[in-house]
């Protein structure tokens, strides 16, 4: 029988702060529900200072932040406050003033804003908070005389915005943020508006008087406002043009910088020979067009940090033991001999031995092993691993920068820039065939209109390479990957750029993490076997367990809804289990010789988890513990398997699922089992080299180097903000039944960009006959090349939108 404690849950109150159901009895201030005492205090705090317009601004939603996990112990952050620490988190100190920016993952609403920009209300030495939502970022000012940085996180942690801190935070130079395209952008506008007036005269007739007064003058105007534009603002399609010419590869960039050089050189003739109007405007124009495009790209990718390594995932202090004393210290200081205490759920943050405590160490995030592993004194607990249980004492035999964990990142994949197949694949395929038809174009102009009149054919021919410029062709590609990013981002799907979204289209291989990806981390399936247990006894069952840290033995606690009743003469055998006598009753749980239940066969996998459990003389039966698989997960495998995709599960568990697992994937799917990370990358990289374009689903460290060798690397988290390892894309957890969905989505935006480059040729196609029949003038240089941007900008965007509606993207998830 397969049971699950929450259909043993009456219905419960929700929590007044953060919307929880109240898993024990509710704790009451002012008539109002909490959950536990942290939201209490929270509330409480915010109503002795009049703040409670918190819980106003967001309509039928609870905004509070959950703080069961946010207990600060005491000098917890005292270490912020030493200089040398300031001085690498501070953004700007002086003596009167200190300013310093924080992550805060859990801002989610303008509730979340109000409160943080009102610290000041909380703490008189706080002068100013900023608040940038979409980077969940908060800027804070203070006085150091008047309050400590060290005060300010406590503060944060208490109602229930710790900001992220991390050892990357301590080393390293932070990385700067790129301005150039705001600079590049707002110079090619003022120049495109400004030439746009001054060409005015070459456009109406009732402007010849000013055009042969001031005609010359307002060319030489134009070509020093168009020269910035040239010089810098373009320069970067010229220079991307260039390195594909030298790889002996055309790409987009190329006939773009064909036609912007034509579009100058024959505008800066006609000028200085004085021999007809120019086209400065439309050169500005194309480019300020093509900026806005790259501007829109760039906003769209900063949304996330998607490069990091294993020192976003180390706290930034450790508990350090001197003389039995206990001093919080920075991780970065940590050397070896240094002993240091880890309390349950705390990461062991460089390879060090046990020296006192029950340890049992949870390597799921960096081996895969979703069993947390027992340890005894004197063994190597390596860096990376969580403790569960008990607080334990560890010797430092490694600096953090030489532990197992950095080993991880040693592999020469991820020494190397990623590249993607996806990369100009559309667009770099256009621009090569398109630069030759222009070509063609040109010189069949050429040759006809020689013989006829030099003049015409020498302006057929610099027509048709002014008019050919792709430039709105380059404008659909990042209008529709972009909105399509800020669709995928609307259901917390959040790529690195637009190139994944390619990449994500032409896949058809995706290989899978087991432990965190397709299971709940967090979540158990129990079932029992044996002599049937009643409520009394599964009772004096949790009775025992009441008492004892060991991960299985807190899991089956949770897992048993019964009453606790009283008892005595407990003990814990490490290794072996747990035993007490409840109401004179002798109860054993732990392995079938601890327990006495040798005899007992059971049909699963001798590999899977059991706990077997003997009351009194008499053998019980056993729990045996499996992995929950995510809902939906069955729906989602049959979807892709609907799409073609080959699929394939790689675990560093053993192969106790595997029964489970061809029930979902069936017998076709690769199942590997026993897999090191090593061995993860050897598998992406033995497909790519087989010709499949892989996706790679993971979760952990473990599986960082499979996400960085595969196509796309797709890191899935129960929260986006979190640490994540580098990788293509986040994706959040409940979010993941949608992944088939997303991929079908990214096809069907490609074919967006496809419709977006034929009305882009309808334009082209009208402007190289006018072109060729020596027709083509600024009025219809001003008239055509502007409609063809904004009709390629409304495709992208409308066509994109649209398909994002028919497949119900819009429904954005909270």
């Not at 919080?328 to 002993?339: E, F, G, N, Y």
């Not at 592993?373 to 063994?379: Q, R």
């Not at 792709?470 to 659909?476: I, K, M």
């Not at 799917?669 to 598998?683: E, G």
Request: hydrophobic fraction near 40%; aromatic fraction near 12%; charged fraction near 20%.
């Amino acid at each position: 029988m397969r049971e699950s404690a929450s259909t043993l849950v009456d219905e419960k109150e929700h929590c007044y702060h953060c919307g929880d159901e109240c898993d024990s009895t509710p704790l009451y201030s002012d008539e109002k529900a909490f959950c536990c005492t942290g939201c209490q205090a929270v509330y409480e705090l915010l109503y002795a200072n009049n703040l409670c317009t918190y819980y106003n601004l967001e309509a039928g939603e609870k905004p509070g932040v959950t703080v069961k996990s946010e207990e600060v112990q005491a000098n917890q952050f005292t270490y912020l406050d030493e200089p040398a620490t300031q001085n690498q988190l501070l953004t700007f100190q002086s003596e009167t003033l200190h300013k310093v920016l924080f992550q805060i993952p859990g801002m989610h609403c303008s509730s979340c804003i109000w409160l943080l920009e009102n610290l000041f209300k909380l703490d008189n030495g706080v002068i100013e908070s900023r608040v940038n939502f979409p980077r969940k970022e908060i800027s804070v000012s203070f006085h150091p005389q008047k309050t400590k940085l060290s005060n300010i996180v406590t503060l944060l942690h208490k109602i229930g915005y710790g900001p992220t801190l991390n050892l990357s935070d301590l080393t390293g130079k932070k990385k700067k943020r790129d301005y150039s395209i705001n600079l590049k952008l707002g110079l090619a506008g003022f120049c495109f508006g400004n030439t746009m007036l001054l060409a005015f005269p070459d456009y109406f007739a009732f402007g010849e008087e000013v055009k042969q007064e001031f005609g010359h003058f307002f060319g030489y105007v134009s070509i020093a406002l168009a020269l910035p534009v040239l010089l810098y603002s373009a320069r970067g399609f010229f220079e991307s043009a260039w390195q594909g010419l030298k790889q002996k590869h055309v790409n987009l960039d190329t006939p773009i910088s064909v036609g912007l050089a034509a579009l100058f050189l024959v505008s800066l003739w006609d000028i200085i020979s004085g021999k007809g109007p120019c086209y400065l405007d439309s050169f500005t124009g194309l480019v300020f067009f093509m900026l806005i495009g790259k501007y829109v790209q760039k906003t769209t990718y900063d949304a996330l940090a998607f490069d990091r390594d294993y020192k976003a995932y180390f706290p930034i202090s450790v508990t350090v033991l001197e003389k039995g004393q206990e001093k919080i210290t920075a991780v970065k200081d940590l050397t070896p001999s240094k002993r240091i205490r880890i309390r349950n759920h705390e990461l062991v943050p460089a390879d060090a031995i046990l020296l006192r405590g029950s340890a049992f160490i949870d390597y799921s995030f960096v081996s895969g092993e979703s069993v947390p592993v027992p340890k005894v004194a004197g063994e190597i607990i390596y860096a990376g691993g969580r403790q569960v249980g008990e607080s334990i004492e560890l010797e430092v035999i490694k600096d953090v920068s030489q532990s197992y964990l950095t080993q991880l990142w040693n592999n020469e994949v991820f020494q190397k820039e990623k590249s993607y197949f996806g990369v100009g694949t559309y667009a770099d395929k256009v621009g090569g065939w398109f630069i030759s038809v222009t070509l063609l174009i040109a010189l069949g102009a050429l040759v006809y209109w020689v013989p006829r009149e030099t003049d015409m054919a020498i302006k057929a021919f610099t027509s048709v390479l002014v008019i050919a410029c792709p430039c709105a062709l380059s404008l659909s590609t990042p209008f529709t990957l972009s909105n399509a990013l800020k669709i995928f981002g609307g259901q917390k799907f959040y790529l690195k750029n637009g190139d994944v979204a390619e990449t994500l289209a032409k896949a058809d291989t995706i290989v899978f993490d087991k432990t965190g990806t397709l299971t709940e981390s967090t979540q158990t399936d129990i079932t029992y076997q044996g002599n049937e247990l009643d409520d009394y006894n599964k009772s004096l069952v949790r009775s025992v367990l009441q008492h004892s840290t060991h991960p299985l033995s807190q899991g089956l606690y949770s897992f048993l809804t019964q009453k606790v009743r009283p008892g005595s003469e407990y003990g814990e055998v490490a290794g072996q289990g747990v035993q007490g006598k409840v109401e004179g009753v002798l109860v054993k749980i732990g392995s079938s010789s601890f327990a006495g239940s040798a005899q007992l066969m059971v049909g699963a996998s001798s590999l899977a988890t059991r706990v077997y459990v003997s009351i009194g003389d008499e053998y019980n039966g056993v729990f045996t513990f499996s992995n929950h698989y995510r809902e939906g997960l069955e729906q989602l495998v049959k979807e892709l398997k609907q799409q073609g995709k080959k699929l394939a599960v790689l675990s560093g568990d053993n192969d106790a699922e595997r029964t489970n697992l061809q029930r979902i994937f069936g017998y076709e799917a690769d199942l590997r089992f026993h897999q090191s990370p090593a061995d993860k990358l050897a598998y992406i990289e033995q497909l790519k080299k087989a010709g499949h374009k892989v996706i790679m689903v993971g979760d952990g460290l473990n599986d960082a180097g499979a996400l960085q060798m595969s196509d796309a690397g797709i890191s899935i988290t129960n929260s986006v903000n979190g640490f994540t390892p580098g990788c293509d894309a986040i994706l959040d957890s409940g979010s993941f039944t949608n992944f088939a969905k997303f991929l079908h989505f990214s096809r069907r935006s490609m074919n967006v960009i496809l419709g977006a480059f034929i009305v882009s040729f309808f334009y082209n196609v009208i402007g190289l006959t006018l072109a060729v029949m020596g027709k083509f003038t600024p009025v219809i240089s001003a008239i055509l090349m502007p409609i063809s941007t904004v009709s390629v900008v409304l495709c992208s965007v409308l066509g994109v939108r649209f398909v994002a509606y028919q497949m119900g993207l819009f429904k954005t998830k909270k």
